[in-house]
């Protein structure tokens, strides 16, 4: 049976949608010096990673899991956790690149992603995971008494078919994005498709549709962290429906109570991010703002790299962007034309490319 969520546009959700709304454009126009925008991304990244591990239990502290990622530090007793947020982190680095090449969605890439939330952070890049090919059971960590059993292994396929046929159909129809983010999130949880790591690929999963749907407000927001701060409020949101039983009334509840709880935490996390960029934005020099505002998503992702060293390659935006060599040397051909790059070592097999004035000062 195709996914046919039930809901209803609320003033609560509508409200929520406006102000959603007013912070993307905000943002959308709003300049910031790259090396800043780098820290600002980096930092939302390990929230992220931080808050959607924690909330399955991982002990790290905010402090360790950026010294695990960035240092590869070590915490003895502690080497689970560590796996986690490295599996964690990586998925949300690939979610970052399919972002870019803005394809569709697709099963194999939820596959990947849960692959690489469960991989420990492999440098080998994992195979798609299957989905479960038995029942599993969600259970009170207290009691030990069910509160959750989802759809027979044998629905799962379907169902996941079924989901990711939506989202593109919603997507393509222009459903509001949030709404749509939102729904997906809730029935990933709902179908269940894997034995562990469902609430994690759940969340990539609604970070990767945001993004696709123009709702990445620069990469700078966690909305982990807004589950995180009240775990009870994020379980109640998602537990709706007369029966822990999927097959008796789940798949069919209404989510408008689900969608009230999730547009208002984006609302919280996205005007907290535009709040934060705007007072970094005033530190930004006039003419170097009017640069940067012209810039298109892909020349603001490339400003990254620059934080780390003072020249790119095409190389450089392979990896970055997940594109063909043939792709990355059109790309910087035209940013050098475009006057965001210049050539500053034209040797044809290693050419090394550089910002151009404009986007070279400092605060």
Not at 142 to 169: C, F, H, Q
Not at 195 to 202: E, K, Q, Y
Request: glycine share 6%; proline share 5%; with cysteine.
């Amino acid at each position: 049976m195709p996914f046919t969520p039930s809901f209803r546009i609320t003033t609560r959700i509508a409200n929520s949608l406006i102000r959603i709304e007013a912070a993307r454009e905000a943002m959308i126009h709003l300049p910031i010096n790259p090396a800043v925008l780098a820290s600002l991304r980096e930092s939302a990244r390990l929230d992220s990673t931080h808050y959607s591990t924690m909330i399955e239990g991982n002990l790290l502290t905010q402090e360790e899991v950026s010294q695990v990622i960035a240092k590869h530090e070590h915490f003895p007793g502690r080497e689970r956790d560590e796996k986690e947020v490295l599996g964690y982190y990586g998925a949300l680095e690939y979610v970052e690149r399919l972002v870019a090449d803005r394809r569709s969605l697709s099963e194999a890439q939820i596959k990947t992603i849960h692959a690489l939330v469960m991989s420990g952070g492999s440098k080998r890049k994992p195979k798609p995971s299957p989905y479960r090919d038995g029942q599993n059971v969600i259970r009170d960590s207290r009691s030990k008494t069910i509160v959750y059993m989802p759809p027979e292994a044998s629905d799962v396929p379907g169902l996941m078919s079924d989901l990711v046929g939506w989202i593109n159909r919603s997507m393509a129809e222009e459903l509001p994005c949030p709404i749509v983010a939102g729904l997906a999130h809730y029935q990933f949880a709902t179908i269940h498709p894997y034995f562990d790591g469902n609430g994690r690929t759940a969340r990539l999963l609604t970070t990767l549709i945001l993004h696709l749907g123009g709702y990445d407000l620069k990469g700078l927001y966690s909305l982990e962290a807004y589950y995180a701060r009240n775990l009870g409020a994020y379980y109640e949101a998602l537990t709706v429906g007369p029966s822990h039983n999927y097959y008796m009334g789940r798949e069919s509840a209404d989510l408008t109570a689900w969608l009230e709880y999730f547009c208002h935490g984006m609302t919280d996390s996205f005007e907290s991010v535009r709040r934060q960029a705007e007072a970094a934005a005033k530190r930004v020099q006039p003419d170097q703002a009017d640069a940067i505002r012209r810039l298109d998503p892909r020349q603001r992702k490339a400003l990254e790299s620059f934080r780390s060293s003072t020249t790119i390659t095409s190389r450089d935006l392979e990896e970055l962007f997940g594109i063909s060599q043939r792709m990355a040397r059109v790309l910087l051909a035209d940013w050098v034309a475009d006057g965001f790059l210049v050539i500053v070592d034209p040797a044809k097999k290693s050419r090394k490319y550089g910002l151009a004035i404009p986007f070279t000062q400092e605060e």
